[in-house]
């Protein structure tokens, strides 16, 4: 038996040789077409969604100035103040209007507040889920009050 091990070990190992010969010369003779890296990448695309805005214009924006704010999963004042904190308001902050939107198909609730500016309101679009650890903003503008 020792000494048919030893043979189907040489002609095993022979075999492994003559493949590694064999495959070497083909690759060096006859070389494949492929692609680099770098043309690859450029058969990528990559889709990407278009610039957040909000779906309320600036006249939308000043009527919610006039209506009772519209909190959605914002109306409990615990999860507002966390929310606002994580924005970068401090808990004082009057919020002057809400209204639940959807921006660019994605379910959000805009908050009016007292621009930096006299005479202007930040409005902030936020995801309903909105917290001091993660906002989900949406998108932002500032409008001038009439």
Known sequence: MPRFNRIAAAAGTAAALL??????????????????????????TV????DPVLPLTEAELLELLDRSPEYGALADPGRRTGCLAGLGYPAST?????????????????????????????????????????????????????
């Open 19 to 44: 493949a590694i010969g064999l495959g070497t010369t083909g690759l060096i003779r006859f070389p494949a077409d492929t692609p680099s890296g770098p043309r690859s990448f450029d058969a990528i």
């Open 47 to 50: 889709a990407s969604e278009p």
């Open 94 to 146: 009057r919020v002057l209007g809400a209204r639940e939107v959807a921006v660019n198909g994605h379910p959000g609730i805009v908050l009016l507040l007292p621009g930096a500016a006299t005479g202007t309101i930040v409005a902030l679009a936020v995801a309903p889920n909105c917290s001091s650890a993660d906002t989900g903003l949406l998108a932002d503008t500032t409008v001038r009050r009439p």
